[in-house]
């Protein structure tokens, strides 16, 4: 009885923390629907073809960050972020840029990544 006890509670443990790698890598995928970005931000096609190049290498390291060491996935999504917001910056007008930045802001926010 005590050993199927101890296995339960193994399982359970092992259970639970399967679940919480696999929330953890979800909290990291940044994948968005581009079409409604595009019309949220109000982007010309040439900006389009520019930011689902930017985000796709965001999501690329993103998902990096989410496999790396606990002790470095924090570091890792900074840089990732700093260097997306440098690129959208650059293909963004002052206002697509700022609607961005809250955009991204709350999702960072929402999946607990900042």
Same mark, same amino acid.
């Given at each position: 009885?005590?050993?199927?006890?101890?296995?339960?509670?193994?399982?359970?443990?092992?259970?639970?923390?399967?679940?919480?790698?696999?929330?953890?890598?979800? =909290?990291? /995928?940044?994948? #968005?629907?581009? !079409?409604?970005?595009? +019309?949220?931000?109000?982007?010309?096609? $040439?900006?389009?073809?520019?930011?689902?190049?930017?985000?796709?290498?965001?999501?690329?390291?993103?998902?990096? =960050?989410? /496999?790396?060491? #606990?002790?470095? !996935?924090?570091?890792? +999504?900074?840089?990732?972020?700093?260097? $997306?917001?440098?690129?959208?910056?650059?293909?963004?007008?002052?206002?697509?840029?700022?609607?961005?930045?809250?955009?991204? /802001?709350?999702?960072?926010?929402? !999946?607990?990544?900042?």
């Amino acid at each position: 009885m005590v050993v199927a006890m101890m296995m339960m509670t193994t399982v359970s443990f092992a259970e639970n923390e399967n679940n919480n790698a696999i929330a953890s890598v979800e =909290a990291y /995928n940044m994948s #968005v629907n581009m !079409r409604k970005l595009a +019309v949220t931000l109000g982007l010309t096609v $040439d900006q389009m073809e520019a930011v689902q190049d930017i985000h796709a290498a965001f999501c690329n390291e993103m998902m990096l =960050a989410a /496999n790396a060491p #606990v002790d470095e !996935r924090q570091i890792r +999504v900074d840089e990732a972020v700093k260097r $997306d917001v440098r690129y959208m910056h650059y293909i963004l007008n002052d206002k697509q840029y700022r609607t961005y930045l809250m955009l991204l /802001n709350v999702t960072l926010q929402n !999946r607990g990544l900042k």
